[in-house]
């Protein structure tokens, strides 16, 4: 398998539920995102993680917890979430990040979450 | 905010007609990328373009880069059906502790056959 891929593809959840995002890239990068996409909205960035390190958290509210076992693995934990969240979630991964790499980012898939 | 605004927002043509976006931004960068996402579907890297370069081709899609005037345009000729996406510019900035992408809403093409 190659790329970046996400699971599950789609999910609905109660507000009290507790839920996880996966996201696995095979390309051997060292960097991972995520990022939130929500209808008539720019990609917002959520986390960014360097070499398993978390380097980037763009003021998201706790009741998102992201975890990176490892460079290839990282994990969105969903906690009492609200009906707004609902977006579609999506996981890149690039070679590093940083000031002095190009950036080039790949994307999974996403994941389609709906909070009732 | 420095992200980048995308132009037209919404852009619909024939097949076989050429196909326009625009793209501005804010503050100087490093370099500026296009991204495709078709409905639904993760994005897609397209064209990488740097701050010391004003004209890139990869296949039938032409970008430029004025960065005098902090826009970029991309073009895709001879447009086809399966060209039907929503395309996104993003730029990477210097000042950012990270050099991240910062994404612009986009514009969604839509090629009839």
């Known amino acids: 398998e190659t790329g970046v891929t996400q699971t599950p593809r789609h999910l609905v959840m109660g507000m009290t539920n507790k839920k996880s995002l996966k996201c696995e890239q095979h390309?051997?990068?060292?960097?991972m995102y995520w990022y939130k996409q929500s209808a008539k909205k720019p990609l917002e960035l959520m986390f960014v993680?360097?070499?398993?390190?978390?380097?980037e958290n763009n003021s998201v509210p706790s009741r998102f917890s992201p975890e990176c076992p490892n460079s290839s693995h990282l994990f969105l934990h969903l906690h009492t979430l609200q009906p707004e969240d609902s977006a579609l979630y999506l996981c890149?991964?690039?070679?590093?990040?940083?000031?002095?790499?190009?950036?080039?980012?790949?994307f999974g898939p996403g994941t389609r979450l709906t909070v009732l | 905010s420095q992200q980048g605004e995308e132009d037209p927002q919404a852009l619909s043509i024939q097949e076989g007609e050429n196909a326009t976006m625009n793209c501005s931004y804010k503050?100087?960068?490093?370099?500026l990328q296009w991204y495709r996402q078709n409905s639904g579907r993760g994005l897609v890297h397209l064209i990488l373009?740097?701050?010391?370069?004003r004209e890139k081709h990869s296949g039938r899609l032409r970008v430029t880069l004025d960065t005098s005037k902090k826009s970029s345009s991309l073009l895709i000729t001879a447009s086809r059906a399966a060209d039907t996406a929503s395309y996104f510019c993003?730029?990477?900035?210097?000042?950012?502790?990270?050099?991240?992408?910062?994404f612009g809403k986009g514009t969604k093409l839509s090629v009839k056959p």
């Open positions: 890149a991964s690039s070679r590093t990040s940083g000031r002095s790499s190009y950036n080039e980012q790949f």
């Open positions: 373009i740097r701050s010391n370069e």
């Open positions: 993680y360097n070499f398993k390190e978390q380097t």
């Open positions: 503050t100087s960068i490093n370099n």
């Open positions: 390309l051997g990068h060292n960097a």
């Open positions: 993003a730029t990477v900035y210097y000042g950012g502790s990270q050099g991240n992408l910062i």
